[in-house]
């Protein structure tokens, strides 16, 4: 399990990342996919998603449609077209932050960093 | 692959209900959530009630409210300002309040402009950004009007409060008005949503007990405060329905629904307690031992004037028995002093009528009457400054002054002779203005100013204790002097 202040910033790109690979998908599968996709290293608690996705709704950047399964109403979340850039930015972002923590964390960082540049 | 029935679906439903989640589709969204965690619980073979006990440990109406709440924080700027703004104004009005508090206590300077401050950060910040956090949390139908009410009574409330501790002009206005919205208009707004929310009997019942007993209490400090009839009455009804009927029944149903008792539910308890329990103690105690003070003193008062009077009577016609040449020299000072000292007892006895017919709003008579047994004098608490302050110092008590000004002149006259008793005429009857608070106040403020009538009759009747004793005096006085 990773630490939950590590995940905090990490979880709008994570959403936005799945959202642009699938057509459209339901609070509850995205749970599922990123327990699976991350082998049940990193959860995401239905608290802490939910928010996210109504925020990111009020920001025009996913759009929702609703569909009666199974007896139940089931709001299924997918990218406006402004949101598909908005994904390639963020995930761009992260990607970005990941590769400047992989090189803080090699041992000798500075050296290597130098003798590369 | 499992998927509910109807009947499942519909008591997940009813579950989430209870937590009243109105944000958008917030409410489908984890009604499917929590369906999905459910079937999938389901799949590794356990059945519908277990699945469901496993699950709603994790979504207890609590952390639904939750949800919703961070929800609007992260999309609404309003109100996450609001928030901030109440939990900042909050700290910031109870320090100020809490300092005016104490400094009032200690009667230091700036007191007054420290409490008002606090209020008015209290009235006009912190009060209107809670109600406004609250709005947007509960979205119910009639909720304007109850928020609206709830935000104006309160206001009118505290600022009725405020002006009461001040002593301004206006303030049983304010708390009259402020407490007729919130009984009258809040309170039966919220009992109705509350029971149109409420399923059960049992919850309908237990909402209109509670809200019930609410109104009446309240209704019973506002009787209290006004002193209309019938306060103890409607308190003793209010509180049994509270404390022996609600509370418990409350208890029970809280405590079925949940298993455990939370720290939200002894938060209220405590709430409920300080408010009920304090406020009836208060009310009961105060009243009580602070009449007792008023009624003893009366009584010494009146107990020490009669027999000074029998001990007057005796020295005048000592007197008179006194050689003809003696009797010549003092007689017009013994006159005068006499005739004095009555006029000052009888203005005082008048006082008395006036003030009693004026806060018990009776004929001279029954005046009379109630003036017998000072705990029968209804107007207990109420101050009325027309009578013995006037506008511009032209009341009772500046007349009052001044005849006794002109006494003891003649006691002067007649005590030069004895600086001693002079002095100790001087200290009984002291009219001079007073140095308090940091600034003058006249004989007159000092003694009547915003005092309950039954204090003011216990001050005169002090006054005329004391003009019996320095008469007393000063004719012993006289009649041991020769020729």
Redesign the interface.
């Known amino acids: 399990m990773v630490q939950n202040s590590l995940i905090k910033g990490t979880l709008n790109p994570i959403i936005l990342r799945l959202l642009s690979e699938r057509k459209r998908l339901y609070g509850y599968e995205i749970t599922q996919l990123v327990k699976e996709i991350s082998d049940g290293k990193i959860e995401l608690t239905f608290g802490a998603l939910y928010p996210i996705l109504h925020k990111l709704e009020v920001d025009g950047v996913v759009k929702t449609e609703s569909e009666v399964i199974n007896n139940r109403n089931r709001i299924y979340y997918s990218l406006t077209e402004t949101g598909k850039n908005t994904a390639k930015e963020r995930v761009a972002e992260l990607e970005d932050f990941v590769n400047t923590l992989r090189v803080l964390l090699k041992p000798n960082f500075g050296l290597e960093y130098a003798i590369a540049k | 692959m499992q ?2 029935n ?1 009947k499942q ?1 519909e008591l997940i ?1 009813s579950d989430v209900e209870e937590a009243r989640i109105t ?4 409410a ?6 929590i ?3 459910v079937e999938n619980e389901m799949n590794f073979g356990k059945n519908f009630d277990e699945a469901y006990d496993i699950i709603k440990q994790q979504t207890g109406s609590r ?1 639904l409210q ?2 919703q709440e ?2 609007h ?3 609404d700027i309003n109100y996450r300002r609001m928030k901030m703004t109440m939990k900042i104004t909050g700290n910031i009005s109870l320090a100020i309040l809490g300092m005016a508090t104490v400094m009032k206590l200690f009667h230091w300077p700036f007191s007054n402009i420290l409490l008002m401050l606090g209020f008015a950060v209290l009235c006009l910040i912190f009060f209107p950004s809670a109600i406004y956090a609250n709005y947007k949390e509960v979205k119910i139908k009639s909720s304007k009007i109850l928020h609206l009410s709830v935000l104006i009574g309160g206001i009118l409330f505290m600022v009725g409060v405020l002006f009461k501790v001040l002593h301004l002009f206006g303030a049983a206005f304010f708390l009259f008005s402020g407490w007729m919205i919130l009984l009258f208009i809040f309170l039966p707004i919220l009992l109705y949503v509350k029971l149109n929310e409420s399923t059960s009997m049992r919850d309908k019942s237990i909402v209109m007990v509670g809200i019930i007993g609410l109104i009446i209490f309240e209704l019973s400090t506002m009787f209290k405060v006004f002193h209309y009839k019938g306060a103890a009455m409607l308190m003793i009804v209010g509180s049994i329905l509270l404390v022996t009927i609600f509370l418990p029944m409350f208890t029970y149903s809280k405590f079925k629904e949940i298993g455990k008792i939370t720290g939200q539910y002894i938060y209220l308890l405590i709430t409920a307690m300080f408010f009920i329990l304090l406020s009836i103690l208060l009310a009961l105690n105060v009243s009580i031992s602070v009449l007792d003070v008023f009624s003893n003193e009366e009584i010494n008062s009146v107990k020490i004037t009669s027999y000074l009077d029998q001990k007057n009577n005796k020295l005048y016609e000592d007197f008179r028995s006194k050689t003809d040449s003696v009797k010549v020299k003092y007689e017009h000072q013994v006159f005068a002093i006499q005739n004095r000292a009555e006029m000052a007892s009888k203005l005082l006895d008048s006082i008395e009528i006036v003030l009693v017919m004026k806060s018990d709003n009776v004929d001279e008579s029954t005046a009379k009457n109630h003036l017998k047994d000072i705990n029968t004098i209804a107007g207990k608490v109420t101050t009325d400054n027309s009578i013995m302050i006037g506008e511009r110092n032209n009341g009772l008590a500046n007349l009052l002054k001044q005849k006794l000004s002109r006494f003891k002149e003649d006691l002067r006259t007649a005590t030069a002779s004895n600086q001693e008793l002079s002095n100790n005429i001087e200290n009984l009857i002291n009219t001079s203005d007073v140095f308090l608070d940091n600034e003058n106040q006249t004989w007159e403020q000092f003694m009547f100013q915003d005092k309950p009538t039954i204090c003011s009759i216990t001050v005169l009747k002090d006054i005329e204790k004391r003009v019996k004793m320095v008469e007393s005096q000063t004719i012993q006085y006289i009649n041991t002097l020769k020729k």
């Open positions: 998927s509910l109807n679906i439903i944000f958008s589709h917030l489908d969204e984890l009604i499917d959530h369906c999905c965690e952390v939750k949800i961070n929800t924080y992260l999309i």
